[in-house]
């Protein structure tokens, strides 16, 4: 027992200690030899107790030797005298966040402050969640075939489609749960689109949704100044323009003062001085009806945006095709950003 817990609690740190060790016990005149000189002599029914120790003690002593020659020799290895170890070392490379990424997430933290929490859902929809939910009409010509990749053109309702807005999740959600409602939607949506420096077949977006009671107009107003300031920083002024969506009423589009100018005009806002950057409304009542939301009690706000322009205006990016192609020319800018 005393050997064992000496042999258990042993470490070599230098190749002369494990020859000590190797002697002490495994050698000729070792203690593990001594002790087996000593099984000869004791009584046939002893041998068998004895003989089965000794074993476990003999296994225990060699596969400590084992582990400590093992990792010394490793060890000497690194030492080895053919090696330079004045060369200098091969650099390798550490990927960087994606600029997409990296807005998508200040995004996110900005509304999360604000108490919204993220939601997502399929890129596969059906027309429901994509359209007719959100009070498209029929021949509405966003569900034309020239802006809708369809996986399966169904008979009237039911076509399958790579969804064209995030605006399908607000459905989902609504749909399956109460107000209120909080949430954000970044995702990655399809048009049928030419690609070019200005249009891709796929871009991304954070669409956004706040439905309880009394929720007005003022709040959308609100909520989207602030983001506006938190995310482009303070002094960023905001414009609204009437428009048209068919899931809100009334609708707006946000502009911005052109972040890279200042307002004093330059070619990323047209010499305006202004950017719009999304589109907003208080949800529709009829859209509100079809998830099954008592639209006298409740009214909300939607709004969304593409994380590609955003992006543009944060980084003066002016191809939309650099965030695709995945050139580490490009990636490697954002590197300091992780
Ligand atoms: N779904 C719209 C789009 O993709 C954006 C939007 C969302 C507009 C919510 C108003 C309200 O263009």
Sequence with gaps: DKYTSEIKAFTAAKAEELEAFRIKYLGTKGIIKDLFDQFKTVGPEEKRTFGKVLNQF????????NEFKESLDSGVKSHDSSQDLTLPGDGF???????LSLVRNEIIDIFK????????GPEIEDDWHNFSALNFPEEHPARDMQDTFFVRKGEGNDDIALRTHTSSVQVRMMESGKPPFRAIMPGRVYRNEAISARAHCFFHQVEGLYVDENVSFSDLKQTLYHFVQELYGEGTKVRFRPSYFPFTEPSAEMDISCTICKGSGCNMCKYSGWVEILGCGMVDPNVLENCGIDSKKYTGFAFGMGIERITNLKY??????LFSENDVRFLKQFQTEI
Aim: charged content about 40%; glycine content about 6%; hydrophobic content about 40%.
């Design 58 to 65: 003999k296994q225990l002593a060699e596969e400590k030797y």
């Design 93 to 99: 490379e550490v990927g960087s966040r994606h600029p």
């Design 113 to 120: 402050r604000l108490g919204f929490v993220v939601a997502e």
């Design 316 to 321: 003066v990016i002016r191809d939309l095709r």
